[in-house]
């Protein structure tokens, strides 16, 4: 079973690292280079609201997601290289 999971299971690792990639990159290109542009005490306020407001399921799973499913991976792989002796 594991053997026809493992393609699955490595283009969702493949998508969802590019995806937690794109968010980084979108923060620092973005909001990063915005910040500097505003007064402190709103940066501050910009920042506590968007710390607050990105707390929800669907950035939880783009962000630990590929790192889940990383270690999957990592653990299947090992189980199959001491299989393999």
Known sequence: MIDRLLPSLTFLATVSCG???GI???????VMRALPKIPP?????????S??????PW???AFFGPALVCCVL???SLAAMAQRG
């Open 59 to 61: 950035f939880t799973a």
């Open 74 to 76: 990592g653990v299947i």
């Open 19 to 21: 995806l937690a990639a």
């Open 51 to 56: 710390n607050v407001s990105v707390v929800n």
């Open 24 to 30: 980084f990159y979108a923060f620092s290109s973005l």
């Open 41 to 49: 005490s709103a940066g501050i306020a910009a920042m506590q609201s």
